[in-house]
């Protein structure tokens, strides 16, 4: 079993920076993912990491404005997201999924977050 928390989510407007974190109970899983969800629609993919650092994919929608990292000391992985827009309004969950490689489809991921909240004004 393995713990993921997420936090960071935050109420800002647009063009404002924000960095969420997702801490893992244990580093079991090498693939961690970022997703976010609007009520009434499927879970995104925003990005992946392998915790080698081997791997990073980003989803098109972000590209140039997120970016991924790790601390490993901390267990943790940091969404950095720029130049945010509405949107980018969501609920924003990590996911650990056991794999070598990234993963972009959230049925590929075994252990979620709990999600937490980004809005984004105009």
């Known amino acids: 079993q393995v713990q993921l928390v997420e936090a960071g989510g935050d109420s800002v407007q647009a063009g404002d920076s924000l960095r969420l974190s997702c801490t893992l109970s244990?580093?079991?899983?090498?693939?961690i993912g970022w997703f976010r969800q609007i009520p009434g629609k499927e879970r995104e993919f925003v990005g992946a990491?392998?915790?080698?650092?081997?791997?990073?994919d980003l989803a098109d929608s972000v590209k140039g404005r997120f970016s991924i990292s790790r601390d490993h000391n901390k267990n943790t992985v940091y969404l950095e997201m720029n130049m945010l827009t509405p949107e980018d309004t969501a609920i924003y969950y990590c996911?650990?999924?056991?794999?070598?490689?990234?993963?972009?489809?959230?049925?590929?991921?075994?252990?979620w977050g709990q999600g937490t909240q980004v809005t984004v004004s105009s």
């Open positions: 244990k580093r079991t899983f090498d693939n």
């Open positions: 996911a650990a999924a056991p794999y070598d490689r990234t993963k972009n489809l959230a049925g590929d991921y075994i252990y």
């Open positions: 990491c392998t915790w080698s650092g081997s791997q990073l």
